[in-house]
């Protein structure tokens, strides 16, 4: 995350921290169900076929490096549902859930470090310049080396699909299973690292998530804004796929 603050787990407690065992940190994620975390299918189908032996989750983190067992909950991924119709050239459809499955078998315990995110009701529709925020262990800089050490969060504002589809933006690349946001000034962003990861907005006093952290062209370039897999256009899959029965849970 680029700009923004530090900031603990305990305020986005369904931040999912995604490593594989070679590569290291891979990605970010959303708990939006005891056992379910949604994330972004390119983090698994880039370049060689992830190996699901080879993922772990976790849940209550606060920083990449270090291990808190108190506060933290390790999983390992039993099943990985990556969209019928995420397309790798063009990111559309960039979404995937990942069932988790802890060392006894279960799945997420609520805690203050770790609870599940709602899903906004299908077609809901919030007005360009409404502000969210996103959250992650992304780099704090395009240019930057490494991630970020400790998760961060920032605020972004969503675009209008008509200007991030204007000439100076990303034309025709913005899909209707995509979305923008950025901050009025080009200083926060999403940025390496950061995908999977969600994208909040706060309505009626509750959390929704809005968006999982897909791609964009650097980070907090200007008028080159972070680019968002819809969550509302898949609340149908996800249901199908995790059978959940409520849009709203947690
Ligand atoms: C990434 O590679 C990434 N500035 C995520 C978000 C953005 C750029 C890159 C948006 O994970």
Not at 19 to 40: H, Y
Not at 199 to 228: Q, T
Request: with cysteine.
């Amino acid at each position: 995350v680029v700009g923004g603050s530090f900031t603990p787990i305990e305020s986005h407690p369904w931040v999912s921290a995604v490593f594989e065992q070679r590569r290291g940190f891979l990605c970010g994620g959303s708990l939006i169900a005891p056992c379910w975390v949604l994330s972004a299918a390119h983090c698994f189908s880039d370049g060689e076929h992830t190996n699901i032996k080879r993922l772990v989750v976790y849940l209550g983190k606060s920083a990449i490096n270090e291990t808190d067992l108190a506060r933290e909950q390790k999983f390992t991924v039993e099943k990985l549902i990556i969209h019928q119709k995420y397309n790798d050239t063009t990111y559309d459809n960039d979404i995937a859930l990942l069932k988790i499955k802890g060392k006894d078998g279960g799945c997420a315990a609520k805690s203050l470090t770790s609870r599940t995110v709602c899903l906004p009701p299908p077609h809901t529709q919030l007005p360009a310049g409404f502000q969210c925020s996103v959250a992650g262990f992304g780099k704090e800089r395009h240019d930057a080396w490494h991630y970020s050490q400790y998760l961060k969060q920032a605020p972004v504002n969503l675009i209008s699909q008509s200007e991030c589809k204007s000439e100076l933006y990303y034309k025709d690349r913005i899909t209707e299973n995509m979305f923008c946001a950025a901050s009025p000034d080009w200083t926060t962003d999403a940025c390496g690292g950061d995908s999977g990861g969600p994208l909040v907005c706060e309505a009626s006093g509750r959390m929704f998530l809005f968006g999982v952290i897909s791609w964009g062209e650097g980070c907090a370039w200007k008028n080159k804004p972070g680019v968002y897999t819809q969550v509302t256009n898949y609340n149908k899959w996800i249901t199908r796929k995790t059978r959940l029965s409520k849009y709203t849970e947690g």
